[in-house]
């Protein structure tokens, strides 16, 4: 699915794809080197959906450049969402007659688009002038266009921007008959580990760490919330002595993923954790802690329908 994200250099456009597909943190992206050009990323979204990113940036001048006669079309053509963002502290008059430009290209090329989101990011800065911004991109813009844009005042830093994005991704899974034939055939796969195990099951995608999806019943109306799950540095460590004890034992060839399975202990019950494929991982929450419920999960985690859907996360038709 593509993805068009536009607006100048600076805005935050690389930080946001980075922190919110591959749960990278804030300080991770601080760094970042100015994207030249146009840059093309994959991300697998939720584990269900694949995003291909077009991140559009530079300075005005570069921005002009895709809306030329020879490439407006391949830019600007089949985007599932486009996005434009700015940096609210860093307001540029000249940035108006781009946007109206991205606009017009992205409504002509991508004509099955509903809604264009604009993020004014860094709202986190004191000197963020998010409302200036607003009034510059809509001034004098006629009501039609008002009603398909949607403003939203973000921060990267803070992490608003990244609830937005996802937000707006999910809205798209809601459309994608594919990405909801998927969810289906996973949710009737977890619902089938759960049968006779008095436990719940979440799955998560690990690069994203977002949920893709439980056994939960309340999640059944709001299946795709925010809900993030992050291996810390405790496993890593847990990898690395495991990974150095097999070696003082001498088994050979072992890689810290043989360990698939962590297992936690609070006072009312088990979390296992187990990793599926594809960056997917499973946790088992049991109701009790009783050494029957225990057995029965070990034995889902290990019988057919835990490998049914490993298969199923492997074979990648997104
Ligand atoms: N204070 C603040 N800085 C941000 C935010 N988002 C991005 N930045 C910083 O802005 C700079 C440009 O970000 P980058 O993602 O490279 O922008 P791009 O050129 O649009 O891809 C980096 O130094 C980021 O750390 C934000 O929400 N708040
Ligand atoms: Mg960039």
Not at 46 to 67: A, C, K, P, T
Not at 75 to 97: C, G, K, P, Y
Not at 232 to 253: A, C, F, K, R
């Amino acid at each position: 699915m593509k993805i068009i994200l536009f607006g100048p250099q600076n805005a935050g456009k690389t930080s946001l794809m980075r922190t919110t597909c591959l749960g990278y943190n804030f300080m991770k992206v601080l760094n970042l080197k100015p994207t030249k050009g146009v840059s093309r990323e994959n991300f697998i979204f939720r584990g269900i959906m694949e995003l291909n990113v077009w991140d559009l940036g530079g300075q005005e001048r570069y921005l002009e450049r895709y809306f030329s006669e020879s490439q407006r079309e391949l830019i600007f053509s089949e985007a599932a969402t486009a996005v434009f963002m700015v940096d609210s502290a860093a307001v540029d008059l000249e940035v108006r007659d781009i946007f109206e430009k991205f606009l017009k290209y992205v409504l002509e090329f991508s004509p099955k688009i509903d809604t264009i989101y604009v993020l004014l990011n860094k709202i986190d800065l004191q000197e963020s002038k998010e409302d200036d911004y607003y009034q510059i991109l809509t001034k004098d813009l006629n009501n039609g266009m008002m009603e398909r844009i949607a403003f939203t005042p973000v921060s990267v830093k803070e992490g608003s921007a990244q609830h937005r994005l996802i937000e707006i991704l999910d809205y798209e899974i809601q459309k994608n008959t594919l990405s909801l034939q998927r969810l289906g055939k996973i949710r009737h796969l977890l619902d089938e580990l759960k049968i006779n195990t008095l436990s719940e099951y979440l799955l998560f995608n690990q690069p994203d760490g977002l949920l893709i999806s439980s056994t939960f019943g309340k999640f059944e109306s709001k299946p795709l919330q925010f809900m993030r799950f992050e291996i810390g540095t405790l496993d890593s460590n847990i990898y690395s002595i495991y990974q150095q004890i097999m070696e003082l034992q001498s088994v050979s060839n072992l890689s810290p993923l043989s360990l698939s399975t962590i297992i936690y202990e609070s006072e009312n019950c088990w979390i296992l954790v187990k990793e599926v494929s594809n960056g997917a991982v499973l946790m088992a929450v049991t109701r009790n802690k009783s050494p029957e419920v225990f057995s029965s999960v070990m034995n889902a985690l290990t019988g057919d329908t835990f490998k049914n859907l490993k298969l199923y996360l492997k074979s990648s038709e997104y």
